[in-house]
């Protein structure tokens, strides 16, 4: 039962009732009748290892279960990420294995039937359990001339809605689908699209960004016109219109400022660094992202995710011999990569048994025709680029255990290290499977020679780019860093590369006073009483051991105050690490991520809109694809507080 699992797993994380209950509602395996196969995730690692290990059996040099299932266990070393961790090996479900998804246009079809086909494929997809994202700027502007009985059309907001509620209809076992709707700043209604979600109760079940290109940065640097077209970009637009950049710059940073929406995408510095964009013309043009914006994908294909937990490379964690282990580090990097390459082969069988289960019901081919095919262009991008999601969770726990502070130089320049290191190595293991396994169908040399990622590998490397240019790389694009949400609950660390949000915080119990051992600390409006308890981030509960400091006694908050300013974590939390230094981290570690960085710039509630816009220029001069901003308290109920009731 649901009560048996989480005792054990409560056990298992070691009186963690967060992380197992997590596991439990997310991962475990279980039936449509709510039993549960799975107790503890030992249960779950064993599925995942046996699984790739029936993939590795196909291959050269494979490794065994019992190696796989040592690297995964105990959420050590590698982490497959959400859907690869439910759907890997589970007979209940008839799921994909992919997080992430992008649909589209292409550029044509605005029609009712092409949006009404979009709005089909999301459900399609979101309800085999993946994130979709798909952009809009192909949608004709509020006011175009159309022959039907309106006469003008309405513009892309009113589908934005559309969208978002097909996405609050679809349950996924435990959590809901999520959505990315995205737009180009050249599309005229890209100004009503920033401005959708701001009416309350309006377009909650989709993230929104904007897709922002350089000439329009420029055109805000120097106070100049920016025209907006229909097609976007076209030399003959049926539609322009011109405006003050700087105005619309302003509605943006305004926008954010207020409520962390619209994110940014910068669209020109994701396109040319982009490895699948060299392949445009074969169908890998970039389109929009998938919802937390880390993997940038042309339409119809897809991304699995995996996280390196960085925190376990660091020996004696905390201590004055603090070191980061980069030999266990490298070798374990190129294992994740193949773990990867080979849940792809998985993810194949999975649409294959989707697309089965589509064609078993012949009477229903007509009403399953969109669907079908829908996985047939996934199941070919998927075969044919096989892209991968290699990223970490952690980073903010890795630096901590090394004493060094997050935000400061050593910090920023330390992470630059520790991702270049991973992306030659999973560069090094993507080109020695194309040796074993073959390259990627499309991959050809002469089309990346111009690509500034590809030569920022040569530059670090010269004989993994000459042996890349010889036996070609097994996968089309391979590193991100996702916000590691779940996954970094598991591995009770910091998630992405996000400092610590809180290494201390209170929380109240209600209890009863007449109950023995109880303390009550507070009543009250309506008289009920409340025990209060500190609750310590796990690293930081490590930190204080390690420094034998009593993690059972009750401390006071002036006390809580002197043992933060003690630790590395001190000024380096999310509420009070330096902003911009945080940007310079993220343009930084960006240069060796092939996709994106999902990551959220924390400022405090009194900044104001000028330091918002500071930031975003920012995150644009340092090579940043995307940015959001979170005001302290700009949104209710993103956050935990600190003294949240339970
Ligand atoms: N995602 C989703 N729904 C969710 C959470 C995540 O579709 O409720 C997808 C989405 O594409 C997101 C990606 O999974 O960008 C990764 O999110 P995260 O790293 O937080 O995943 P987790 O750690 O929970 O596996």
Same mark, same amino acid.
């Given at each position: 039962t649901n009560e048996e699992a989480v005792k054990a797993s409560t056990e298992y994380f070691k009186g963690d009732v967060l992380a197992a209950t997590v596991f439990v509602n997310k991962y475990a395996l279980k039936d449509s009748e709510g039993n549960i196969y799975e107790k503890t995730p030992d249960d779950m690692h064993r599925r995942i290892a046996s699984e790739i290990a029936r993939v590795e059996a196909k291959y050269a040099n494979p490794m065994s279960e019992e190696q796989l299932f040592d690297l995964i266990k105990n959420f050590t070393y590698i982490i497959p990420q959400g859907s690869p961790m439910t759907g890997i090996g589970n007979p209940f479900q008839i799921a994909s294995l992919s997080n992430c998804f992008v649909i589209g246009n292409n550029g044509d079809s605005d029609s009712y039937g092409g949006i009404m086909k979009i709005d089909q494929e999301q459900v399609q997809l979101m309800k085999r359990r993946g994130g979709v994202g798909h952009d809009l700027s192909h949608i004709r502007p509020k006011g175009s001339p159309v022959k039907n009985s309106a006469l003008t059309s309405t513009g892309l907001v009113p589908f934005m809605e559309r969208f978002s509620n097909s996405t609050r209809e679809v349950a996924q076992d435990g959590r809901r689908g999520a959505l990315m709707l995205s737009v180009s700043i050249n599309h005229p209604d890209a100004e009503s699209f920033i401005d959708a979600? @701001?009416?309350?109760?309006? *377009?909650?079940?989709a993230n929104v960004s904007v897709r922002i290109d350089d000439s329009f940065m420029n055109a805000v640097r120097n106070n100049e016109l920016y025209t907006q077209k229909y097609p976007i970009f076209s030399q003959n637009p049926k539609f322009s219109k011109e405006l003050n950049a700087a105005d619309l710059w302003k509605k943006i940073v305004h926008n954010a400022w207020k409520s962390a929406e619209p994110g940014i995408l910068f669209w020109d510095t994701i396109i040319k660094e982009s490895l699948p964009d060299c392949y445009a013309d074969l169908g890998y043009k970039t389109l929009s992202t998938n919802p937390c914006g880390e993997i940038p994908l042309c339409a119809y294909d897809s991304c699995r995710l995996l996280a390196i &937990? @960085? $925190?376990?490379? *660091?020996? &004696? +964690? $905390?201590?004055?011999d603090a070191y980061f282990d980069f030999d266990l580090f490298k070798k374990h990097v190129a294992v994740a990569q193949r773990m990867m390459d080979d849940i792809i082969d998985l993810e194949l069988e999975k649409i294959d048994t989707i697309i089965e289960k589509i064609d078993q019901d012949p009477e229903e081919a007509e009403v399953k025709r969109i669907e079908r095919n829908l996985w047939i262009e996934i199941r070919k991008k998927a075969d044919e680029g096989r892209r991968t999601g290699v990223g970490i969770t952690a980073e903010g726990d890795m630096l901590a255990a090394l004493n060094i502070r997050y935000g400061s130089i050593e910090g920023n320049t330390f992470s630059e290290k520790i991702h270049k290191t991973l992306a030659l190595a999973a560069y090094r293991s993507s080109v020695e499977m194309a040796k074993e396994r073959g390259a990627f169908a499309i991959y050809d040399a002469k089309r990346e020679l111009n690509n500034p990622f590809a030569l920022r590998i040569k530059d670090a490397d010269p004989e993994l780019y000459n042996d890349m240019q010889e036996y070609g790389r097994r996968n089309i694009a391979l590193l991100t860093i996702a916000p590691t949400g779940s996954t970094s609950i598991l591995s009770q660390t910091t998630s992405g590369?996000? +400092?610590? $949000?809180? +290494?201390v915080y209170k929380r109240r119990r209600k209890v009863n006073p007449n109950d023995k051992d109880v303390r009550v600390d507070f009543i009250d409006e309506v008289g009920d009483s409340w025990e209060e308890y500190v609750v310590f981030h796990h690293k930081f509960k490590m930190w204080m051991e390690v420094n034998g400091i009593d993690s059972a006694k009750n401390y006071s908050q002036d006390e809580i105050n002197v043992l933060i300013e003690k630790s590395p974590y001190y000024k380096a939390t999310s509420n009070d690490v330096d902003y911009i230094s945080k940007v310079e981290m993220q343009g930084a570690i960006q240069k060796w991520v092939d996709h994106s960085i999902s990551v959220t710039i924390n400022v405090p509630n009194d900044v104001t809109e000028e330091l918002v816009g500071q930031l975003y220029m920012k995150a644009w001069e340092v090579g940043c694809k995307g940015v959001t901003v979170y005001r302290d308290g700009s949104r209710s109920g993103v956050l935990i507080s600190n003294d949240k009731k339970e």
């Amino acid at each position: 039962t649901n009560e048996e699992a989480v005792k054990a797993s409560t056990e298992y994380f070691k009186g963690d009732v967060l992380a197992a209950t997590v596991f439990v509602n997310k991962y475990a395996l279980k039936d449509s009748e709510g039993n549960i196969y799975e107790k503890t995730p030992d249960d779950m690692h064993r599925r995942i290892a046996s699984e790739i290990a029936r993939v590795e059996a196909k291959y050269a040099n494979p490794m065994s279960e019992e190696q796989l299932f040592d690297l995964i266990k105990n959420f050590t070393y590698i982490i497959p990420q959400g859907s690869p961790m439910t759907g890997i090996g589970n007979p209940f479900q008839i799921a994909s294995l992919s997080n992430c998804f992008v649909i589209g246009n292409n550029g044509d079809s605005d029609s009712y039937g092409g949006i009404m086909k979009i709005d089909q494929e999301q459900v399609q997809l979101m309800k085999r359990r993946g994130g979709v994202g798909h952009d809009l700027s192909h949608i004709r502007p509020k006011g175009s001339p159309v022959k039907n009985s309106a006469l003008t059309s309405t513009g892309l907001v009113p589908f934005m809605e559309r969208f978002s509620n097909s996405t609050r209809e679809v349950a996924q076992d435990g959590r809901r689908g999520a959505l990315m709707l995205s737009v180009s700043i050249n599309h005229p209604d890209a100004e009503s699209f920033i401005d959708a979600k @701001l009416e309350q109760g309006k *377009v909650t079940g989709a993230n929104v960004s904007v897709r922002i290109d350089d000439s329009f940065m420029n055109a805000v640097r120097n106070n100049e016109l920016y025209t907006q077209k229909y097609p976007i970009f076209s030399q003959n637009p049926k539609f322009s219109k011109e405006l003050n950049a700087a105005d619309l710059w302003k509605k943006i940073v305004h926008n954010a400022w207020k409520s962390a929406e619209p994110g940014i995408l910068f669209w020109d510095t994701i396109i040319k660094e982009s490895l699948p964009d060299c392949y445009a013309d074969l169908g890998y043009k970039t389109l929009s992202t998938n919802p937390c914006g880390e993997i940038p994908l042309c339409a119809y294909d897809s991304c699995r995710l995996l996280a390196i &937990n @960085l $925190f376990s490379y *660091v020996v &004696n +964690p $905390f201590t004055a011999d603090a070191y980061f282990d980069f030999d266990l580090f490298k070798k374990h990097v190129a294992v994740a990569q193949r773990m990867m390459d080979d849940i792809i082969d998985l993810e194949l069988e999975k649409i294959d048994t989707i697309i089965e289960k589509i064609d078993q019901d012949p009477e229903e081919a007509e009403v399953k025709r969109i669907e079908r095919n829908l996985w047939i262009e996934i199941r070919k991008k998927a075969d044919e680029g096989r892209r991968t999601g290699v990223g970490i969770t952690a980073e903010g726990d890795m630096l901590a255990a090394l004493n060094i502070r997050y935000g400061s130089i050593e910090g920023n320049t330390f992470s630059e290290k520790i991702h270049k290191t991973l992306a030659l190595a999973a560069y090094r293991s993507s080109v020695e499977m194309a040796k074993e396994r073959g390259a990627f169908a499309i991959y050809d040399a002469k089309r990346e020679l111009n690509n500034p990622f590809a030569l920022r590998i040569k530059d670090a490397d010269p004989e993994l780019y000459n042996d890349m240019q010889e036996y070609g790389r097994r996968n089309i694009a391979l590193l991100t860093i996702a916000p590691t949400g779940s996954t970094s609950i598991l591995s009770q660390t910091t998630s992405g590369i996000e +400092p610590v $949000f809180m +290494p201390v915080y209170k929380r109240r119990r209600k209890v009863n006073p007449n109950d023995k051992d109880v303390r009550v600390d507070f009543i009250d409006e309506v008289g009920d009483s409340w025990e209060e308890y500190v609750v310590f981030h796990h690293k930081f509960k490590m930190w204080m051991e390690v420094n034998g400091i009593d993690s059972a006694k009750n401390y006071s908050q002036d006390e809580i105050n002197v043992l933060i300013e003690k630790s590395p974590y001190y000024k380096a939390t999310s509420n009070d690490v330096d902003y911009i230094s945080k940007v310079e981290m993220q343009g930084a570690i960006q240069k060796w991520v092939d996709h994106s960085i999902s990551v959220t710039i924390n400022v405090p509630n009194d900044v104001t809109e000028e330091l918002v816009g500071q930031l975003y220029m920012k995150a644009w001069e340092v090579g940043c694809k995307g940015v959001t901003v979170y005001r302290d308290g700009s949104r209710s109920g993103v956050l935990i507080s600190n003294d949240k009731k339970e």
